[in-house]
């Protein structure tokens, strides 16, 4: 397979592809492209404050949604590899307040990689977190959220579920008797002395964070406020795409883990889901079918493997006006981060499609 990338034609044609869905009204944000510790592209379009026409930069940092579970699954492990948490051990042990009938089932692998058989809480049309929730402790949102029956047994089906990330949060807390802010700035934000990354609490909006917005039905901009309470460890974590490359690098090494539980979390349970992470081979000849559906796809090699195929190591986010993507192909150490503060009209994904095309001569 011929590689195309980096070379002066392809990073231009990168620029081009992002200009163009920026003067189309369809990115305002940053992406980032890397080979090893080179960044090969770096560039951010449209605002970050619309009423402050203040523009995005490289060091402004976005909610990245869902990819918060990546932090919060390196956390975990962290504890696991000083002995303070059992993977394998049931969540009543380490939440005594938590429902004895099904906290005795379910795992702390079971949480990390989807396959608890909870509820997801924001997958209900009803739920919405008003005033009455927003004065709850974690603890209480958490009662609150399992109330209800589980879907299937522990451990025999993956459905992706938010609540098992925002309980994974708690125990974080009840283990290391600190909140969850302290926990990932002592051992990830600190140590990999990241500028733009941190966990919102909703008290005043971190300084370099681009305000969030959506396309009304009218086709209008609206600005989004962000819910401290809505996304806890499954969503609440913001981050630049230079921290992000700076991250992408320690995963790596064994700066923050050993590469023991690194392994263990970069492989795929059900559905090609790891620990915060999709983590599976894709055929080059596939990579639309992956990026459109990358829990359900199914990867089968083609005869000449190493040239046709990669290891992908993906996950997206999206929330309150952000979107994010973080694809780190691994076999060459080649990462692309796109993070974005508008929601409505394309996703991440095709953008990141058309990037990847222009880097493998696709």
């Given amino acids: 397979m011929k590689i195309n990338y980096p070379n002066y034609h392809s990073v231009n044609s990168i620029d081009r592809i992002l200009k163009v869905y920026h003067y189309q009204g369809l990115f305002s944000g940053s992406a980032l492209v890397s080979q090893g510790e080179k960044v090969t592209y770096k560039q951010s379009f449209g605002l970050a404050h619309r009423a402050w026409h203040c523009p995005n930069k490289p ?15 390196m956390l975990v492990l962290q504890l696991v590899e000083k002995g303070l948490v059992d993977i394998h051990q049931t969540v009543d042990k380490y939440l005594p307040y938590f429902r004895k009938d099904i906290g005795g089932k379910i795992t702390i692998h079971h949480l990390l990689t989807h396959t608890s058989g909870l509820p997801n809480y924001n997958a209900d049309p009803s739920f919405r977190i008003d005033d009455r929730l927003i004065s709850f402790t974690i603890e209480k949102m958490i009662i609150e959220f399992t109330r209800g029956e589980l879907e299937f047994e522990p451990g025999s089906q993956f459905k992706y579920c938010n609540t098992g990330y925002y309980i994974l949060g708690d125990i974080i807390e009840k283990i290391t008797g600190k909140n969850y802010s302290e926990v990932l700035n002592e051992n990830i934000v600190g140590p990999l002395r990241l500028e733009n990354t941190g966990f919102f609490q909703g008290n005043d909006s971190p300084l370099g964070l681009a305000t969030g917005y959506v396309f009304d039905q009218e086709g209008l901009l609206v600005e989004q406020a962000v819910n401290p309470r809505y996304g806890y460890s499954a969503g609440n974590i913001y981050s630049s795409v230079e921290d992000l490359h700076r991250w992408d690098r320690a995963l790596y090494s064994e700066e923050l883990l050993s ?76 990462l692309v981060v796109l993070l974005s503060n508008t929601i409505g009209r394309v996703y991440l994904e095709e953008i990141a499609l058309r990037i990847i095309s222009i880097m493998y001569d696709l």
């Fill in 259 to 334: 590469s023991k539980y690194l392994s263990m979390m970069f492989t795929p349970y059900l559905n090609n889901y790891a620990f915060g992470w999709v983590s599976t081979a894709v055929r080059w000849d596939q990579l639309k079918e992956f990026l459109e559906d990358p829990l359900h796809y199914q990867y089968s090699p083609d005869r000449d493997e190493r040239s046709t195929s990669a290891h992908l190591i993906v996950h997206r986010g999206m929330t309150h006006g952000y979107e994010s993507l973080i694809i780190r192909i691994v076999d060459r150490q080649q």
């Fill in 59 to 73: 060091k402004t940092a976005f909610m990245v949604g869902s990819n918060t579970k990546q932090f919060t699954a």
